[in-house]
Structure formats: C-alpha cells, structure tokens
C-alpha cells in the first residue's frame, strides 16, 4: 500500500490536464456560430483542448506555432463546464437550505404531538389552568414557527426554480464537456501556443429592427439591434464578435447564378394577379449575385454571457424616401402606409424582427429585410383610410356575346387631419391570343405600368376620392364560336 499512493501521484502528473480556455473570437450566423480559441502550453507533449459539450468535433481545426499535429483522440467528459458547475452548486446549497427545512418541520411536528397530550403534573384547579395556558403559548409559538417555515420553503422553491430554468438556458447538455488530445511532432522546445476553432450550434445571432417614418422630413430611419445568445456552457469575456448574415458554416456549394434575361416574353396564360409577384429587373439581378455571400458587421471586443441573451446596437441608417398609401382594393380593402426608397444606395439588410413607426407611432411589427434592388418600405395598414370596392353592371344592355366588360368602383375616404397621396393598382388583364382587343376607360384616367392600372390620387384632408373603371375585352366576329373558351 505504501507503494500505491505514490504510483498514483505519478500516473496523475503524467496525465495531460484540459485546458479550458477562453474564446478570442467568435464569428455568429443566424444558426449556429464559429469559435476561436488560443491557448499556450509549456510544451507540446501533453496538450489536451476543452471543447463544449454542443461543439462540433468533427469539424476541429487547429494551428500550432511550432511542429504538427499527427493525431487526435476525442472523448467525452462528466465534468461540468464552468457556467453550470456555479450553478449546480448554488442548486445544492438550495435543496440543503429545503432539507433542513423538512427537518426542522418533522421536529414542530413531534412538539405539536407532545404538546397536544402534555403528562398531567397539575394537583389543582390552578395548576391546571397555568398548565393550559402554557400548552396554549407552546401552540402559538408552534404555529409562527410553522409560518416561517412554509415562508423560507417557498422561496427556496421558488429559488430552485429559477436555477433550474437558468440551468436549462445554460444548456442541459453542458454537465458534461469534451476533451481532444493532441499528439504533436517536430515541436520546438519551450511553451507551444495552439488556437483552435470549431463550430457551435448552440450559439446564434438574430437581428431586431426598429423602423421609423418620417413624413415631415421625408427620411426613413432603421435602427438594427444584434440579439446573441449562446450556450457554451461558460462567459465569454473580452471576444472579438463578428456578426455574419448569411448561413454558410455548413455550405460546401457556391450559390446558384441567377438568370440574367433582357425582354422577356410574356406566357400565353398568366394569372390576372401580377401585382403580387415581384419580377427581377437586370440591375437587382447582379446585385443579388454580388452579395450572395452575406453580409458582415464587426462589433469589436465584448463579453457575452452563458445565460440568456444580449442585445447590442449594431448599425443606423438614414434613407431619403417619398411616402404614399397604398391600395389593392381587388385583393384587400385596406390601405398600407408605403416608403418608396430614394435612387442611391440602400444597404443590404436580413430579415428579422421589426417595430414599424409613423410619425412616432407604434404602428405595425413584423418582420422586416432589406434585399438587393428593393425600393419600397411597408409600414403596415393605415387605419385612418377606409377602401371601398364594388363591381357595377355593364351599362349597355344585350352585351355582344363576343364581348366580356367588368365595371367597378372604388371609393377611399380618408380621416387624417392632412392631405395625403394614395397609390392604387390593379391587376391588368393579359390577353390570352393576340385575336384579343383590349379596352379600358377610367374616371381620373388610369397610367397602365407593369401589367396594372395606376392612379395617384392626392385625398384633402377629411376627404374622400372615387375611382370609376370600365374594362372590355373583344373578340373578332370569326372567332365568337370560341367565345367560352376564350373567356
């Protein structure tokens, strides 16, 4: 036995200690992130890294000063990573602080016992009623000790819950690490200094917007807001952060090339509803090929902790942009508060999260993205403008049967106590064979753009405008016996 205890000693001095060792940089993507860490060993014999319990493993990769790494042995640990060790030990103290409690409440139990059948000592009439005014106070005292009793085991309980919930937003999975083992070779002699990244899915970023219209001095404002969070099972002090917007960690294609087509032609059929797809122009093409590969926003040196998320402000932008109110009374009766984006340059932005503001009210929240080529902001509906449509009979009776005429109205009313201007679209119809004859009458006069029919109306204040529309769509004599089909 005596020669056990040193035998140990020395197998526990030869056993390569992890390190675990502090990130000093870190890349996040909406889904995942890639972590940089460095550490200096006073050799490259026994060097052991720590990695977290949801890193990728399998996607290590390392650089040394000096030498090479010839191979790696990876395993999984049941140590607890520095974030849920502090943790489990406050859980313990609180489960203590619950154990003494249910003692201490066995023990007022048994008082409550012995004081409810106390040994009869009293001899006379006055003795007993001393003795039952003592067994009363015992009661009394009982009962405020139970009080507080039940008042400590409530907020334990409610302090082991909190623990809980913050041990899950730690990561259950962080009770345990992993550790990779690294032979080197043709290391020189002296500490060796290794960084190593990996990949870590349970670490992610997401943009926030705020989004504010202002149509006095005609300037939209987007305020964007960086929400990280991560669970590596420790804080990260001191990083350099880098926010990346597109998801490539895993990514091992390029990105498709986008057509790039000048006039093109129409289908023989499509559907009347052409205002709600959104056709790529020649210039929106190329920018989207060019920024394929995501944005970047470098946020400089921050900590970001184990528990919870952070929010950080990552970037403003003022933009130049005319306001109008939108209306598509064919496909809905409400009108939208609309920013048309000055020429110039308009950031990229992601899709996330936004707070829309008019005028400095809280009018909408969705979500919001700024993608290449897009020129227009929506800030959601604009309450203050009641839309009306209604289809009308054909005004002519005994309409030819090669000859189809929709008539309709749209009446907007506006309850703002200033003018406003109002765009609204509708769908234009595309003919289905050039034997077609098209013909559409308005009241004001329609601009056909796009494949839709335009008005842009200025509504006074209080005030309301009307739209009077009539569309035929003809058919040569020969080709009435088509007429059905046609139609």
Known sequence: MKKTIPLLALLLLASPAAVWAKPVSVTFYPEGAVVTEEETFPSGKNVVLTLPAGADASGLSVSLSSGFVQETHIRTE??????????????????????????????????RLFWADPPMEAKDGKALEKQARQSTEHFDNLAGRDTALSARERKL????????????????????????ALTVRDAASG???????YALADASWQPSYRVLAEEKTGTVRVLMDAVLRQQSGADWKDVDVTLASAENLRRVNPPSLPDWVIGEERPVMRSMNLMAAKSMDVESAVQAQGHATGLFWNLGRMDVPAEG????????????????RLVRPLQEERAYFTAALASGDVPLLPAGQALFFVNGIKNAQGVFSLAAGEKNIFFGADRRLGVRTRSLPAEKEGTAQNT???????????????PVSVRVEIAAPILRNSAMRLTEESTPKATPEDARYVWLLDIPAG?????????????????????????
């Open 404 to 418: 189809q005429v929709w008539r309709r109205s749209v009446d907007i009313t506006s309850s703002h106590d200033a």
């Open 191 to 197: 500490p060796l200094t290794v960084r190593w990244s």
């Open 78 to 111: 049941p140590v607890p990573s520095p974030a849920m060790k502090a943790l489990q030990k406050k859980r313990e103290k609180v489960q203590s602080g619950l154990s003494r409690v249910a003692a201490e409440r066995e023990s007022l139990t048994c008082e």
């Open 309 to 324: 998320t952070l929010t950080r402000a990552v970037a403003a932008h003022d933009l130049a942009a005319s306001f109008c």
């Open 157 to 180: 309980e409610r302090q082991l819950r909190a623990l809980e919930a913050r041990m899950e937003a730690v990561g259950r999975g962080n009770d345990t690490v992993q550790t990779c």
């Open 463 to 487: 005030k309301s405008a009307s739209i009077l529309q009539s569309v035929t769509v003809t058919l040569p004599e020969e080709k009435s016996a088509d007429t059905a089909q046609a139609f």
